[in-house]
């Protein structure tokens, strides 16, 4: 395993930004402290050709922008909250509105943009990345003051993720991931020729303000319960195929029957990724206003489909949608959520 930390200049703030390269015989995955941001994984293809599978951006200039939230870490709370009202049992917090009428993934100032405290270690071949930070009380809206630890793990050809959030008062939490995903390698082809079967039976429909409407049984394009390429389901002329332009940009149910939680595969270079999570939900987003995107990478034109997300979580909008799920982490129940990459090839 060979790992490099190195410099990777300063924030408009004047905050030192580091990248950490780790490499095993499997993976070969790069870190910012900043947003705790995936900047690349590489993974063989069908010959044994490693290529980066994710999307990103090649300055932190960039990054700081970075409207599309490439690789970042995302709190306090993942997607949409409906006209920014949370209610904590009796009282409702005015959060700060980012996304027209609604709070978006933590606000203006989220988990995405902090740099993160970070240290590293390998033991028995297994590299873990540690990230610490905190947000004060009312940041962005939010009540309580949190300390966030997320450690990724990188063993074998898995990587994992695990998050912690504790707080000195009752308040919400909903973290995820959004790394962008495109399997045919160095963003060669869009992801037309992926495929994806989870497992999941409902999903949750979204209004035109891309919020939770209702629980639904997933038909059609939305019934993945076997492959269907996302070809196809970009073709449809489903209304919520419509409403997310033309994409995907929606809540699935897990069903949390059995372990695997979804694949997604690339026909061409057979690539292949699993995840496992132990969340209720998975937002799988397909990209569809990335060709809002200036440039990725090496001067590459940011298009429609580039990606997809594979955002693990909560319900969306818990508290307004479905109350009586909602879960309060308070000083003795801490927040806790895991969920794991694995990386191989479809035989």
């Not at 599309?68 to 009202?85: D, W």
């Not at 495929?195 to 997933?218: A, C, F, H, M, W």
């Not at 699935?252 to 939680?261: A, G, M, T, V």
């Not at 995107?293 to 693990?312: A, M, P, Q, R, W």
Request: proline residues 3%; neutral net charge; aromatic residues 12%.
């Amino acid at each position: 395993m060979e790992i490099i930390v190195k410099k990777w200049g300063h924030t408009k703030d004047k905050e030192e930004v580091l990248l950490y390269k780790v490499k095993n015989e499997f993976l070969h995955i790069e870190f910012l402290n900043y947003g705790g941001i995936i900047r690349k994984i590489s993974t063989p293809d069908k010959n044994g050709n490693f290529e980066n599978i994710v999307l990103g951006f090649n300055s932190i200039e960039e990054y700081e922008e970075n409207p599309a939230y490439f690789g970042a870490i995302i709190g306090r709370n993942a997607g949409r909250i409906k006209s920014g009202l949370l209610k904590i049992k009796d009282k409702v917090y005015n959060l700060n509105l980012n996304n027209g009428n609604n709070n978006i993934h933590g606000g203006i100032k989220g988990l995405h943009n902090k740099i993160w405290k970070s240290s590293y270690e390998i033991i028995n071949n297994k590299f873990t990345l540690t990230l610490k930070t905190t947000s004060s009380h009312l940041e962005e809206g939010f009540p309580g003051n949190i300390n966030f630890t997320v450690i990724y793990i990188l063993e074998e050809n898995t990587l994992s993720i695990n998050y912690l959030g504790t707080t000195d008062m009752p308040t919400y939490l909903n973290l995820t991931n959004h790394t962008y995903f495109n399997l045919s390698g160095n963003l060669k082809n869009n992801i037309l020729s992926h495929k994806i079967k989870l497992n999941s039976e409902k999903y949750i429909q979204v209004d035109s303000e891309t919020l939770p409407r209702e629980i639904t049984l997933g038909k059609d394009s939305f019934n993945l319960k076997e492959y269907k390429f996302f070809k196809d389901i970009f073709n449809s002329k489903e209304d919520q195929i419509e409403i997310a332009n033309k994409g995907f940009d929606h809540p699935f149910i897990l069903e949390k029957n059995k372990e695997l939680d979804g694949v997604i595969i690339d026909s061409l270079s057979k690539r292949k990724i699993e995840f496992f999570t132990d969340q209720p939900v998975v937002v799988i987003y397909t990209g569809n206003y990335l060709q809002e995107i200036k440039n990725v990478y090496d001067h590459i034109s940011g298009e429609k489909y580039l990606g997809f997300c594979l955002e693990t979580q909560d319900y969306p909008d818990v508290l307004n949608f479905l109350p009586n799920l909602g879960k309060i982490t308070t000083k003795d129940n801490p927040y806790i959520q895991n969920t794991k990459f694995i990386f191989s090839l479809e035989k």
